[in-house]
C-alpha cells in the first residue's frame, strides 16, 4: 500500500458545482497534513493547513479524519480558476517522513 | 511572502555533462530540500539539508549531489546527466523549530531539465 493515495482523476466538474477530493495515508503516526495547488508546469503552493478540528478558507473546507486515516478538501462553488492539481501532504515526523500525493486534476467546466 | 528562486526554468544538456541546479530563498528557512516530478509518480525526495554544510539523502539521491555553503543557497548537482534525469526539479524551503521538523514547504518555480 502506497503511503499516501489520491484517486488522480481528472474530476471534471461544472461552475458552480461541490467538489470533494480524499487522500488516504497509510502511517498512523502521521502528525501534520497540508493540502497543496499546483496549477500546469508551475510549483506546487500551500493551499491550507489541515487541522484535527477541521478548517475552512472561504470556499474550501479540510478535513481530517485520524480513525479512517484521511483526509479531505471540499470546494463549494467551483471557478474555472480553481482548475488545478491538488497534492496531499503527510508529515510522519521528520525530514524523510514528508509523503507527497501524485496528486489530484481538477478541471471545472463552464 | 517567501520567496524561493531557481537558477534557470528551463535546461538542456547533454548526457555526460555536469549539471549546477541552484536555489536561493530569502526567509531564513533552516530547512532546505530538492525533489524532482515525473508524471505518474509526483515527487520525490532526492537530498534535503536542515543546516549549513549538511545534508541527508533522500529516496532517490543515486546521481546527485548537493551543496549548502550559505543558508539561502542549496545547489543540486548531476555529476554526469543521463536521459533518464530529464525531469521537472523542485527546490523547497521551510522553518523549522527543532531539529529534525519541518512544516509546510515552499516551492520555487522549478527547473525543466532536458537530458539529450
Known amino acids: 500500500r502506497k503511503e499516501v493515495e489520491q484517486d488522480p482523476g481528472p474530476f471534471n466538474v461544472p461552475e458552480g458545482a461541490t467538489v470533494a477530493f480524499n487522500c488516504t495515508y497509510s502511517?498512523?503516526?502521521?502528525?501534520?497534513f497540508f493540502w497543496y495547488r499546483q496549477d500546469c508546469r508551475k510549483e506546487p503552493k500551500l493551499l491550507m493547513s489541515?487541522?484535527?478540528s477541521g478548517n475552512e478558507d472561504g470556499r474550501f473546507t479540510a478535513q481530517l479524519n485520524r480513525a479512517s486515516q484521511y483526509i479531505s478538501l471540499l470546494i463549494r462553488d467551483s471557478k474555472l480558476s480553481d482548475s488545478a492539481t491538488y497534492l496531499c501532504v503527510v508529515n510522519a515526523g521528520g525530514y524523510q517522513k514528508v509523503t507527497f500525493g501524485i496528486g489530484t486534476k481538477l478541471q471545472v467546466i463552464p | 511572502d517567501v520567496k524561493v528562486t531557481q537558477s534557470s526554468r528551463y535546461l538542456v544538456k547533454r548526457t555526460g555533462e555536469k549539471v549546477f541546479l541552484e536555489c536561493v530563498q530569502d526567509?531564513?528557512?533552516?530547512?532546505m530540500f530538492w525533489y524532482r516530478q515525473d508524471p505518474g509518480l509526483g515527487l520525490r525526495l532526492i537530498y534535503f539539508?536542515?543546516?549549513?554544510?549538511?545534508?541527508e539523502k533522500g529516496d532517490i539521491p543515486e546521481g546527485y549531489s548537493v551543496s549548502r555553503e550559505k543558508k539561502e543557497r542549496f545547489s543540486l548537482i548531476l555529476e554526469s546527466a543521463s536521459t533518464n534525469q530529464t525531469s521537472m526539479y523542485l527546490c523547497?524551503?521551510?522553518?523549522?523549530?527543532?531539529?529534525?521538523?519541518?512544516?509546510?514547504?515552499?516551492f520555487g518555480p522549478g527547473t525543466r531539465l532536458t537530458v539529450t
Open positions: 489541515v487541522y484535527s
Open positions: 523547497a524551503s521551510s522553518f523549522s523549530l527543532f531539529p529534525g521538523e519541518t512544516y509546510e514547504q515552499y
Open positions: 539539508s536542515y543546516d549549513v554544510k549538511m545534508k
Open positions: 526567509m531564513d528557512h533552516e530547512n
Open positions: 502511517n498512523s503516526a502521521s502528525q501534520s
